[in-house]
Nanobody, 121 residues
Framework: QVQLVESGGGLVQAGASLRLSCAAS????????MAWFRQASGKERVFVAT????????YYADSVKGRFTISRDNAKNTVYLQMNSLKPEDTAVYFC??????????????WGQGTQVTVSS
């Protein structure tokens, strides 16, 4: 069992940066691929970024490529999402997820409760 708790969301102006964190419980964190998804109000949850268990490969949605960076620290059981050059369209609840395979689909076993990111214009 893995429990995930996101933090770091908030209200920022367009062009600003935020770093989200997702702290995981459980000793098997390092064996899981980790991902970030987001869900804007009234829309479906969509893929943002994913990272393999050892950080060797990372994949991003086209909408965030070049602006967001996913990373992980297995010693701290934490995955991060560095978000730069934020845009109003990045406004959403951001969720982290854990699963056996780094995939852009929703096929992850564990999900956090989400953290709100709001970007004002």
């Amino acid at each position: 069992q893995v429990q995930l708790v996101e933090s770091g969301g908030g209200l920022v102006q367009a062009g600003a940066s935020l770093r989200l964190s997702c702290a995981a419980s459980g000793r098997t964190f390092s064996s899981y691929a980790m991902a970030w998804f987001r869900q804007a109000s009234g829309k479906e949850r969509v893929f943002v970024a994913t990272i393999t268990w050892n950080g060797g490969r990372r994949y991003y949605a086209d909408s965030v490529k070049g602006r967001f960076t996913i990373s992980r620290d297995n010693a701290k059981n934490t995955v991060y999402l560095q978000m730069n050059s934020l845009k109003p369209e990045d406004t959403a609840v951001y969720f982290c997820a854990a699963g056996p395979v780094a995939t852009m689909s929703n096929d992850y076993e564990y999900w956090g409760q989400g953290t709100q990111v709001t970007v004002s214009s």
